[in-house]
């Protein structure tokens, strides 16, 4: 089960950080990741994590940016945004799979995040 939050309104240019807790069978999660979704849109990969070696993944459009990270002792993952765009405004998901990078089985409830200009 996971579960997201820490979404909020921010102006442009803002920080924020989400938060993705894990818990049930934590062990043997391979990855876990972000997506978001803005109004009208699809689905669009953000960043992800691997368990196993802390490597981590980007969108261009986040990279340099948005920095994915865990703390495994608290079986959470952070999103920590930075230099906030308007164009960021989406309800945020967190993911996890036990097999794959970038496609998920186990999903959290949205956190909505507001980037005003």
């Known amino acids: 089960q996971l579960q997201a939050s820490g979404g909020g309104l921010v102006q442009a240019r803002d920080s924020l950080r989400l938060s993705c807790k894990a818990s049930?069978?934590?062990?043997?999660?391979?990855?876990t990741g972000w997506f978001r979704q803005a109004p009208g849109k699809g689905r669009e990969f953000v960043a992800a994590?691997?368990?196993?070696?802390?490597?981590?993944y980007y969108s261009d459009s986040v990279k340099g940016r948005f920095t994915i990270s865990r703390d495994n002792a608290k079986n959470t993952v952070f999103l920590q945004m930075n230099s906030l765009k308007p164009d960021d405004t989406a309800a945020y998901y967190c993911?996890?799979?036990?097999?794959?990078?970038?496609?998920?089985?186990?999903w959290g409830q949205g956190t909505l995040v507001t980037v005003s200009s």
């Open positions: 994590i691997k368990s196993s070696t802390g490597s981590t």
């Open positions: 049930g069978r934590t062990f043997s999660v391979y990855a």
């Open positions: 993911g996890a799979d036990n097999q794959r990078l970038y496609t998920y089985d186990y």
